[in-house]
């Protein structure tokens, strides 16, 4: 518009204008017009390709309707597979942590994380490790025994989550007791325990293999296990009165007996000394693997000389001998498992598998919760490795149930038989 008014006022100029100077506004004027058409023309190119171009993009808008669309039909797909997927492959416990062990199970978490620290309160505990707080008669009724007759039992000095349900009973189950003797006091240190220790603890009690008789006849208990604190302060290291309690036990009734032994520092003469006493199960625990004895035990413990106290209590005369592996402490699947044949070429009878608690802030930390699943196929493993009998679970500690029905049925079968090629 701009330019038609300038052509306007150029024409009434033109008309006015003397006859000499039109020559010039007609030159003017000419390219003035020549100019206007230019611009319309190009402004109604500029319209044809705008016009071009807002049909390019309602096409274009189109496409992208179509190729959403598409879209969508494909999420719908993946979120279809995953469904599917999700119903026949892993569970969400498959992501946290670990894979099948020596290849023996699918589809199962190995282990879930422990906390990091003490200050650690988003880690929490697994479900399958929280355990009742122990009570009822049976219950107090033994505590109150065990004061009179002035015994300490491993499942109160370790603080063992087991103690109810052992001191109870039932469930087909015959009621079991652990008696520590020898004191309260151990002279060694193991990272992972909660006895309490002393380079010189109080003297042996000369009474107690009576007192402890008089105990379990009280109670009516079918199997007992005996253990001890060790006692290097004693020339015989405490293999005497071992022996003594167990003898006494065996005169005094037809009770099970299974000693959990100290290692004596492996002096052959003090391991068969308990080991020809009469008792039925000879039980010693290497309470890791090898790669880290010297990280949880006492630096007089290790592997070499528990296997040797295990393998001389067979050959002096010991029908069934027995150790323990706790689990948590940072060993690999292939070291619990070459442990385990190490074991059976030690001729070890019975193994059990238990998750390794921390008692107190000053002891080793738990690196990991280890899953019931994965404690299961350990116990697969042992079992065929020909182990006689093994308990694998996380709330298994070495004298767990130690009166399980198949393992009391195997020793008193092993009895008769004996009294039968005896009769020959």
Request: net charge neutral; glycine share 8%.
């Amino acid at each position: 518009r701009g330019e038609g008014g300038q052509s306007v006022a150029m024409l009434s100029s033109f008309a006015r204008a003397s006859s000499s100077s039109r020559a010039s506004t007609a030159v003017a004027l000419t390219r003035a017009l020549s100019s206007s058409t230019i611009a319309r023309e190009s402004g109604g190119g500029a319209g044809a390709a705008a016009r071009e171009t807002r049909a390019q993009g309602r096409g274009e808008g189109a496409s992208a309707v179509r190729d959403a669309d598409d879209d969508d039909d494909d999420s719908f797909d993946k979120v279809a597979q995953l469904r599917q997927a999700l119903k026949v492959g892993p569970n969400f416990d498959d992501f946290v942590k670990g894979d099948a062990i020596g290849g023996t199970g699918h589809g199962f978490a190995y282990s879930v994380p422990a906390p990091k620290s003490l200050k650690d309160k988003a880690t929490r505990k697994p479900a399958w490790l929280k355990r009742e707080v122990p009570g009822g008669e049976r219950y107090t009724e033994i505590k109150a025994k065990l004061r009179e007759l002035k015994l300490a039992t491993v499942c109160e000095e370790a603080k063992c989550p087991n103690l109810g349900e052992c001191w109870g009973g039932g469930d087909g189950r015959t009621a079991t007791a652990t008696i520590m003797i020898m004191g309260d006091t151990c002279t060694r240190g193991c990272r992972f325990c909660a006895v309490k220790t002393s380079r010189a603890p109080p003297p042996l009690d000369k009474d107690e293999p009576t007192n402890v008789s008089k105990a379990i006849a009280a109670w009516g208990l079918d199997y007992v296990v005996l253990t001890s604190v060790d006692r290097d302060d004693i020339e015989d290291q405490g293999s005497g009165h071992f022996a003594e309690t167990i003898t006494k036990l065996k005169a005094s009734s037809d009770i099970l007996v299974e000693a959990l032994t100290p290692d004596f520092r492996g002096e052959p003469e003090l391991i068969a000394k308990v080991a020809r006493s009469g008792l039925d199960v000879f039980a010693h625990n290497v309470e890791t693997v090898p790669e880290l004895q010297r990280d949880v035990r006492d630096r007089r413990a290790n592997w070499d000389q528990s296997i040797f106290v295990l393998k001389h209590a067979k050959a002096s005369g010991a029908a069934i001998t027995k150790t323990s592996i706790m689990l948590g402490l940072g060993e690999t699947k292939e070291q619990v498992i070459e442990a385990l044949k190490k074991l059976r070429e030690a001729d070890v009878d019975v193994v059990t598998f238990g998750q390794y608690m921390r008692p107190t802030k000053k002891h080793l930390p738990v690196v990991e919760f280890v899953t019931p699943e994965a404690f299961a196929a350990y116990q697969k493993i042992a079992e065929d490795l020909g182990f006689l009998y093994v308990a694998s679970g996380p709330m298994v500690r070495s004298s767990y149930r130690a009166g399980e029905f198949f393992l009391a049925n195997v020793i008193k079968e092993r009895k008769a038989k004996a009294t039968q090629q005896a009769a020959l």
